[in-house]
């Protein structure tokens, strides 16, 4: 992940997806509005300090408050990087919540390539309820 703002007096920032991890609810390219400093809950989509390569920014989804803080996983299962191979993530490491995604123009411009774009580019990042649950399962 690529960062574009910088974490200042100003809490909200945009940043660039790389990488598959956190598909389908994002893709690599894909730009998010970045709210720093915001209340975390599980569910969330967030962005943080890689725990084992601190200048790393990653995105990942809350899952959990465990023992040393928060366990995250991706939302692509067969994607690594996250909370099963670094374990629990530091509180201080946790950087902000993804609010909203905005996805680029990709090269086809045909109209109904335009008009898909137009419905889907700019969509809120909302937090999934059921994720808790759904790791208890595994």
């Not at 920014?57 to 023992?67: A, F, G, Q, S, T």
């Not at 137009?118 to 969509?123: D, I, N, Q, Y």
């Amino acid at each position: 992940m690529a960062e574009h703002g910088r974490e200042s007096k100003v809490s909200l920032g945009i940043a660039e997806v790389m990488g598959p991890s956190m598909y389908p609810t994002l893709r690599h390219g894909d730009q998010l509005l970045v709210h720093y400093r915001a209340p975390l809950k599980p569910g969330d989509v967030a962005v943080l300090k890689h725990p084992l390569q601190q200048d790393l920014l990653i995105v990942k989804r809350l899952v959990e408050r465990r023992d040393g803080g928060w366990w995250v996983l991706g939302d692509n299962p067969g994607a690594e990087g996250d909370s099963r191979v670094f374990g629990t993530v530091p509180e201080e490491l946790l950087l902000g919540r993804v609010r909203a995604r905005y996805r680029p123009l990709g090269d086809q411009r045909s109209a109904r390539a335009v008009l898909s774009w137009l419905v889907s580019a700019l969509r809120p990042v909302l937090a999934e309820r059921s994720v808790s649950r759904r790791l208890r399962a595994r």
